[in-house]
């Protein structure tokens, strides 16, 4: 049996809801709510040693016969792997290599670029004017540290200028990469749609309401195509109608930290 | 053909030198002084835009990502698995090779920088060095390279690396206490990645890897250092760095 442990279908959550769904596999949705800090809550699935120590920071956990699997774009390589039907993933390896290069580029640089811009922006106002001290506790069972500073960053909005600008130039620099892409061929790799294109919409989907001076018609027309294209299918829009909120664009939390050097 | 660009063997240039000589695949070797900056050549250029190493070209088509490229041998050229059939097991190989790439790799090469790096570019001639800086590609990397030269890691940086390298052992640790390789019953890439990256444990960081704290740790480095891949990936090295291999030789009685 399949279990995904998600939130708002946004980012990192975003990924293994679209890929089960265009593979067509049945699963049982568990809906985290993890501004109330649900995943940390005793009696909350118990973390196997990778997943408390994952790199992606908030992220779905997938269970596959008791089994956890976590971090987003593995997650959606291991159903390639483990579930045959409607590949999307291509044969050729020089284009799986270009997958995981794509997914590195995404998870290093774009992503953090990204999440914290949508903190900043959309997840601090929820903290402001809350008394967080209550959360501390909470913290402390966070085994990575640079989660539990991502989470006081937000409770504090205390994202440096420098970091906020620095966070600009990665969506620019990453976005300009796509728009590049696609000028090459209608999706990241290959001829076809594949988890590249999950990959990178999953982050990509919000910035037209997140930094619309920077995805735009104008600016990036075929990344607006691609992403119209990407939202019209019948999974992406099943995807996304998991959403409680109504805006699974807005629904940001502490993701992968910024290379701290190099 | 297959060519790999790369400097010592270590690290990520150590990353596909160990999967092809696992894989048993001839390549040509082409050795990079990365302390002469010779990837940052226009001819290197020309090869690898980022000007990053490895680099490794297939055929005329340039493979991405040193840990992708281990993939793509994987999946390309015929030899032993390298890595696991089962999907789980494969989906755990990924994983532990992020938390080197991502977490434990960036802590374990600043603190070797320091020591290895900055060093030797204290006898170049910094306005040679300026120029150097100057041409870098990518930005991060030149972030990268100028707190090496200049030594200019705070010591608030030197002490996170160093409490990640010792929170990471200590995982390492416990996932080979309870099975053989980091994936599970079978040695994989991701094992390559985390040698090439935490090979020199026990001579930098002894007091968290030595026999007493971290004897299933040792073990691992000493069983990758012993395959006849490994010394045919390690024999590509030319430096003094390389020397700190040598002391995973196990002590005969």
């Not at chain 2, 532990?96 to 790439?101: P, S, V």
């Amino acid at each position: 049996m399949l279990e995904l442990y998600h939130w708002e279908p946004n980012g990192s959550y975003l990924k293994p809801l679209i890929a089960l769904h265009e593979k067509g596999l049945p699963f049982r949705s568990r809906y985290v709510d993890v501004l109330a800090f649900e995943q940390y809550q005793p009696g909350f699935l118990a973390p196997s040693r990778e997943t408390q120590l994952n790199q992606e920071g908030e992220g779905p956990v997938l269970v596959h016969d008791g089994q956890q699997i976590t971090e987003s774009l593995f997650m959606i390589e291991y159903l390639e792997d483990a579930f045959a039907q409607v590949p999307r993933r291509p044969a050729e390896p020089i284009a799986q290599t270009r997958i995981l290069a794509w997914a590195r580029f995404i998870n290093e640089v774009f992503m953090p670029g990204a999440n914290t811009l949508g903190c900043h922006l959309q997840l601090a106002p929820h903290f402001k004017g809350r008394d967080t001290s209550a959360f501390e506790a909470m913290l402390a069972r966070i085994p990575m540290k640079h989660l539990q500073e991502g989470w006081r960053l937000a409770f504090t909005d205390g994202y440096s200028d420098d970091l906020l600008q620095d966070s600009e130039r990665k969506v620019k620099l990453s976005v300009q990469r796509i728009e590049d892409a696609l000028a090459q061929s209608a999706w990241l790799v290959g001829s076809s749609y594949s988890l590249a294109d999950i990959d990178a919409f999953a982050i990509c989907n919000a910035l037209t309401t997140l930094t619309p001076g920077i995805v735009n018609k104008s600016a990036t027309p075929r990344t607006i195509d691609w992403l119209e294209r990407i939202r019209s299918r019948p999974a992406v829009r099943a995807a996304l109608a998991t959403s409680r909120t109504g805006a699974p664009e807005r629904a940001f939390a502490p993701g992968p930290e910024h290379s701290r050097w190099g | 053909m297959l060519t790999l660009y790369h400097w010592e063997p270590n690290a990520n240039s150590g990353k596909p030198i160990l999967a092809a000589c696992e894989k048993g695949v001839d390549f040509e070797s082409r050795y990079i002084d990365l302390l002469g900056f010779d990837q940052h050549s226009p001819e290197y250029l020309k090869i690898n835009p980022n000007g990053t190493i490895p680099a490794m070209v297939h055929d005329g088509v340039l493979v991405p990502e040193s840990t992708a490229m281990m993939e793509y041998i994987d999946a390309t050229f015929e030899g032993p698995p390298l890595r696991p059939q089962d999907p789980f097991e494969r989906w755990r190989m990924r994983w532990w090779c992020r938390f080197f790439d991502q977490f434990l790799g960036p802590s374990v090469s600043m603190i070797g920088w320091k020591f290895f790096v900055g060093p030797a570019m204290a006898k170049r001639d910094p306005q040679e060095l300026k120029a150097r800086i100057e041409r870098i590609p990518l930005k991060e990397r030149r972030i990268a390279w100028s707190k090496a030269i200049y030594g200019t890691f705070s010591p608030e940086e030197l002490a996170e690396s160093k409490r990640r390298i010792v929170f990471g052992a200590t995982h390492i640790e416990a996932a080979l206490a309870e099975r053989p390789w980091l994936a599970g019953a079978s040695y994989s890439i991701a094992d390559m990645v985390g040698f090439s990256m935490m090979a020199g444990l026990p001579v930098m960081h002894a007091e968290v890897a030595n026999d007493a704290e971290a004897p299933h740790l040792m073990e691992w480095l000493r069983k990758i250092y012993e395959r006849p891949a490994t010394h045919k990936c390690l024999a590509l090295g030319r430096t003094e760095m390389m020397r700190r291999f040598a002391h995973l030789a196990r002590k005969t009685a």
